[in-house]
């Protein structure tokens, strides 16, 4: 698979395999359109990621469901910040929420985002992550 596949293969579509060969052929282009609208998607995604504090309370969530007190004690974000990086998630369709009582709990809502952030786990927090 290679970089341009993510734009156009839908999300868990394995390759098409030659016949008798066993090799992959190269996708077929996407039209330019669909290139573009997948290429923003990504974009808006990444865009959103970028933000340190938010790349944190995702790392967190993508551990599983957690409240808001349990966010600010992980993350060492302090509640003003952590509102508004909540919010901010939350608008962006990456974090769902659900009520008990008083508390509030946040799970991580976009697939995309979790396999995303999967991968920067494995690149960057593993043990066997390369050194920077």
Same mark, same amino acid.
């Given at each position: 698979?290679?970089?341009?596949?993510?734009?156009?293969?839908? $999300? !868990?579509?394995? *390759?098409? &395999? =030659?016949?008798?060969? #066993?090799?992959?052929?190269?996708? /077929?282009?996407?039209?330019? $359109? !669909?290139?573009? *609208?997948? &290429? =923003?998607?990504?974009? #808006?995604?990444?865009?959103?990621? /970028?933000?340190?504090?938010?790349?944190?309370?995702?790392?967190?969530?993508?551990?599983?469901?957690?409240?808001?007190?349990?966010? /600010?004690?992980?993350?060492?974000?302090?509640?003003?910040?952590?509102?508004?990086?909540?919010?901010?998630?939350?608008?962006?369709?990456?974090?769902?929420?659900?009520?008990?009582?008083?508390?509030?709990?946040?799970?991580?809502?976009?697939?995309?985002?979790?396999?995303?952030?999967?991968?920067?786990?494995?690149?960057?927090?593993?043990?066997?992550?390369?050194?920077?």
């Amino acid at each position: 698979m290679n970089a341009f596949d993510l734009f156009t293969r839908p $999300a !868990g579509a394995a *390759a098409p &395999a =030659s016949a008798g060969t #066993g090799t992959a052929e190269p996708a /077929a282009c996407a039209p330019a $359109a !669909g290139l573009q *609208a997948a &290429a =923003s998607q990504a974009a #808006g995604l990444l865009r959103t990621l /970028a933000n340190p504090e938010r790349l944190m309370l995702m790392c967190a969530l993508a551990e599983g469901e957690q409240c808001v007190t349990d966010l /600010a004690r992980a993350t060492g974000i302090q509640q003003p910040t952590l509102s508004q990086q909540l919010g901010v998630l939350r608008e962006e369709g990456l974090v769902a929420t659900r009520r008990e009582g008083k508390f509030v709990f946040y799970r991580v809502c976009s697939p995309a985002a979790l396999e995303l952030m999967s991968v920067l786990h494995r690149l960057f927090c593993s043990p066997s992550a390369p050194p920077s």
